[in-house]
């Protein structure tokens, strides 16, 4: 597969810098190997996130592998709050996160999962995963942490380890060794980690907004949440009327959040829709994508 990329760090009005991790291909496939090393300087701040959900496809032999190691050397803050991953049913992931932890420094680490294509009624059917978390520092162990699911078939949701059936779960591991700036950062990591939209900014009326813009046809899948405290990004699905161009509509689109929304962070994938019905009536399919969700926003619906 193609390597990852790294997206050009976004500085903020504190010291922090926003890192995108991004994988180029559609998600991971059985026999994947992906390794990721950071380090972060001393004293520095640095948040790493991605794009959007990492999605495990089906796997017929061997699972898919990521291997995460952060090391924070002394006084450095760490925020590795990438977005959720999306078992596929009949996938096989492998992921180890270790963290070395230098003397001060602070770290916010989120291991989120879907249980499926939830909003397909697809939930609890991959057959292997199996996710570590290991944290240390100078004195030896603070955390070993490791769920292993594996199935067949669907799993159980009453099964140890099905979180009752819930579609979405996560570990969530804050170290703080330095007291009073530990609180601010466990303050605004609050709202991050539950993806939330940030304060001020509503998500329908930016999608309707969207929808009026010109040439747009619909605006579906839309997103918004803060990668980091002070920057929001957005992520949505936008359909262009036939015949117009479609990276003209992106830039228009990505420039208007910019200007209006502050969100300056956009992933808009763009696509045409159907054939004109009527005079100045796009035909939009309700099936346009395979696992839609969320409201849809078209000009003229009164939102």
């Known amino acids: 597969m193609l390597p990852l990329q790294v997206l050009a760090p976004v500085a903020l009005d504190d010291p922090a810098a926003i890192v995108s991790v991004l994988n180029p291909t559609g998600g991971l496939v059985g026999g994947d190997r992906l390794a990721i090393d950071v380090t972060v300087g001393a004293a520095a701040h640095a948040c790493f996130t991605t794009p959007s959900a990492t999605k495990v496809y089906r796997a017929t032999a061997e699972p898919a592998a990521q291997d995460v190691a952060l090391r924070l050397e002394a006084g450095a803050v760490c925020e590795w709050v990438p977005d959720h991953t999306i078992p596929f049913a009949g996938s096989a992931l492998r992921q180890r996160i270790t963290v070395d932890v230098g003397d001060g420094a602070c770290l916010i680490l989120v291991d989120a999962f879907a249980a499926g294509r939830v909003g397909r009624g697809e939930a609890w059917a991959f057959r292997l995963l199996d996710s570590a978390i290991t944290l240390r520092d100078a004195k030896g162990w603070l955390l070993r942490d490791r769920f292993v699911l594996e199935g067949g078939g669907v799993l159980d949701p ?6 009752e059936g ?10 703080v060794l330095m007291v009073q700036a530990g609180a601010g950062l466990i303050r605004d990591s609050g709202r991050i980690f539950l993806e939330a939209a940030p304060a001020g900014l509503d998500p329908a009326a930016v999608g309707a907004a969207m929808a009026i813009r010109p ?6 899948d839309l997103h918004i949440w803060e990668i980091t405290s002070g920057l929001p990004a957005a992520s949505a699905h ?12 992106r830039a228009d689109l990505e420039a208007f959040l910019s200007r209006e929304y502050g969100i300056t962070h956009a992933t808009l994938q763009v696509d045409h829709a159907g054939l004109p019905v ?6 939009v399919s309700e099936q346009h994508c395979d696992d839609a969700h969320g409201p849809a926003y078209r000009p003229g619906d009164g939102r």
């Open 166 to 175: 819930r579609p979405y779960f996560a570990t969530l591991v804050v170290v």
């Open 215 to 220: 040439h747009v046809a619909e605006v579906h």
């Open 158 to 163: 009453r099964a140890l380890g099905a979180a």
């Open 278 to 283: 009527a005079p100045g009536v796009i035909g």
């Open 238 to 249: 936008v359909l262009v009327a036939p015949g117009e161009d479609c990276h003209a509509v």
